[in-house]
Nanobody, 125 residues
C-alpha cells in the first residue's frame, strides 16, 4: 500500500504560480511512476503530467506544456508540480497518483493504482 498526501493548493490570480507537493509513504517510492491529474466540477479527471521512477522521463498534457514542471525527490518520497503562468481554466482539484510500472506513458486515470485525496487550485481572472 502507498499513502499519498497532496499539499500546496490555494487561490492565485491569473499569471501567478503555485507549487504542489505530494508526499508518499508505505511502499517503496523510488520504483513507481508518478502522475498528476486534475478534475474540474462536472468534468472528467484529466491527465496533467507524469514522471518516471528515475526522473529521466517526463510527459505533459498539451494544455500545460511549457507552463508546468513535474519533478521528484526520491530521498524525500515527494513529487512536485510547479505551475507557472496559471490560467482560470487551470482551476480544478489536483490529484497525485502512483503506478508501479516502468515507463512514463500512463495518461489514463485507471492505469494508476494509488491516489491522494486531492488539493484545490483556484485561479481567479
Amino acid at each position: 500500500q502507498v499513502q499519498l498526501v497532496e499539499s500546496g493548493g490555494g487561490l492565485v490570480q491569473a499569471g501567478g504560480s503555485l507549487r504542489l507537493s505530494c508526499a508518499a509513504s508505505g511502499r517503496t517510492f523510488s520504483t513507481c511512476t508518478m502522475g498528476w491529474f486534475r478534475q474540474a466540477p462536472g468534468k472528467e479527471r484529466d491527465f496533467v503530467a507524469a514522471i518516471s521512477w528515475g526522473a529521466t522521463r517526463t510527459l505533459y498534457a498539451n494544455s500545460v506544456k511549457g507552463r508546468f514542471t513535474i519533478s521528484r525527490d526520491n530521498a524525500k518520497n515527494t513529487v512536485y508540480l510547479q505551475m507557472n503562468s496559471l490560467k482560470p481554466e487551470d482551476t480544478a482539484v489536483y490529484y497525485c497518483a502512483a503506478v508501479y510500472k516502468s515507463g512514463v506513458y500512463y495518461t489514463n486515470w485507471d492505469e494508476y493504482d494509488y491516489w491522494g485525496q486531492g488539493t484545490q487550485v483556484t485561479v481567479s481572472s
